[in-house]
């Protein structure tokens, strides 16, 4: 019982993503786009990778509006100040 698994464990490969495999994703998904089908987007694209695995590593690692590397001298500013203001209690 229970939900259908989204990709056939046997066929999948699992650990730390190779830099090949991001440029096939990523070449991929800015030619194509996703189509709003995550579990089908692997095999289209050539990767040995489950639809779950490639939506995680677009979102959080190749997307193109993600900013990566330390905090501006502004946004440092930003948040010194609200430090300030607020201290270190949790909101």
Known sequence: ?????CCDKANVKRG???PEEDATLKTYLET???GGNWIA???KAGLRRCGKSCRLRWLNY???DIKHGGFTEEEDHII?????QMGSRQV
């Open 1 to 5: 019982m229970g939900r259908a698994p």
């Open 80 to 84: 010194c100040n609200l430090y300030n």
């Open 41 to 43: 987007l692997p095999r």
């Open 32 to 34: 194509h786009g996703t």
């Open 62 to 64: 190749l997307r193109p």
């Open 16 to 18: 730390p993503w190779s």
